[in-house]
Every structure is written in structure tokens, then in C-alpha cells.
């Protein structure tokens, strides 16, 4: 008996898959002098953002000290210097990722309540003595700064790309 040739007998092998060029490693790309002068730049300008959130901060806070309702003050002022300075203290971070950014605006706002608990030189107080809410205010904005540092010393330092 003769076998029977099936049609699969009479095909071509298949082809082998073409080889792969070996891989070229690309160059290493070099450090950009631009990518340095633009990161200074947006620090600069995050410094100078928060910087000027801080003054704007304070003087706000020093206009809400004598809110009242009712002839009873209600200490807004207090409340707004320990958020707002959380958050000054949190955005001059996480837009420099750089610790020491903060601190100027920490100078900045303490600078402006402390020279406004002094005497104006007609004789008049911003922060008067009998004012709790403006102690308050300079205490609990001074707490805002206060862990806003303790939380950027305590924590291990930010990864950049630069």
C-alpha cells in the first residue's frame, strides 16, 4: 500500500521571523541650563505668591478683629489666622517643594500683626488690650506657622525632579 501524500505534505515551511536588530541604547539626555533658569523662576514666583497671600492674610485678619453680632465679638478673626495660615503654609510648599519658602511668609504675616498690636502714631491700637480676638488671632495664627514647621521638619524631604 502507497501512502497518500495529504495537501499539507506539499506546502512551503513556513518562514522564520526576520531577526531583530540588535538594540541601540539612546544617549543619556544632557541637563537643560533651561530647565534650571525655569525652575528658579517658578520658585521665585511661588515666594513671591505666598509672600504676598500672607500680607493679604493679615490685613484681613486685622480688619475682622472687631466683628461682632449682637455687640458680642466672635473671634472670625482667630479662626481665619489659624486656617488661613495652614494653608499659606501648605501652598508655599507643595509650589516650591522647597522647606525654606515658608518662612518669609511666616516673617511677613507675624511681622504685620506684631507692629499692629502696637500704638499708631496718633495714639490709637489696632489690637487693643481689652480685644481678646486679636490675641487670639496673633496666638492662633503664630500656632498655624507652628505646625506648619513641625510638619515640614518632621517629614523626610520631597523627591524633585531637578
Same mark, same amino acid.
Given at each position: ?8 505534505d506539499? =506546502?512551503p ?5 526576520? %531577526? ?9 539626555? *544632557? ?5 534650571? #533658569? ?14 504676598? +497671600?500672607?500680607?493679604? !492674610?493679615?490685613?484681613?485678619?486685622? =480688619? +475682622?478683629?472687631?466683628?461682632? &453680632?449682637?455687640?458680642?465679638?466672635i473671634?472670625? !478673626? %482667630?479662626? +481665619? ?6 494653608? &499659606? ?10 522647606? =525654606?519658602?515658608?518662612l518669609? %511668609? ?9 507692629l499692629a ?12 488690650a481689652?480685644?481678646w480676638?486679636?490675641?487670639?488671632? &496673633?496666638? %492662633? ?9 513641625? *510638619?515640614? #521638619? !518632621? ?5 524633585? =525632579?531637578?
Open positions: 500500500m502507497s501512502a497518500v501524500p495529504s495537501p499539507t506539499q =506546502l515551511p513556513p518562514p522564520e521571523p526576520p %531577526a531583530e536588530p540588535p538594540a541601540e541604547q539612546a544617549p543619556e539626555p *544632557r541637563p537643560s541650563r533651561d530647565r534650571g #533658569v525655569v525652575a528658579v523662576l517658578l520658585t521665585t514666583a511661588g515666594v513671591l505668591f505666598t509672600v504676598l +497671600l500672607s500680607v493679604l !492674610s493679615a490685613v484681613l485678619e486685622l =480688619l +475682622l478683629i472687631s466683628v461682632r &453680632i449682637g455687640g458680642t465679638l473671634g472670625v !478673626s %482667630a479662626v +481665619l489666622a489659624l486656617a488661613g495660615n495652614l494653608f &499659606i503654609g501648605w501652598f508655599a510648599y507643595r509650589s516650591t517643594k522647597r522647606r =525654606l519658602t515658608v518669609p %511668609a511666616a516673617l511677613i504675616w507675624l511681622a504685620i500683626t506684631l498690636a502696637g500704638r499708631t502714631t496718633e495714639g490709637d491700637y489696632l489690637i487693643a481689652d480685644n480676638v486679636g490675641w487670639a488671632m &496673633i496666638g %492662633a495664627g503664630s500656632l498655624g506657622w507652628t505646625i506648619v514647621g513641625i *510638619r515640614l #521638619v !518632621s517629614s523626610p524631604p520631597a523627591k524633585t =525632579l531637578y
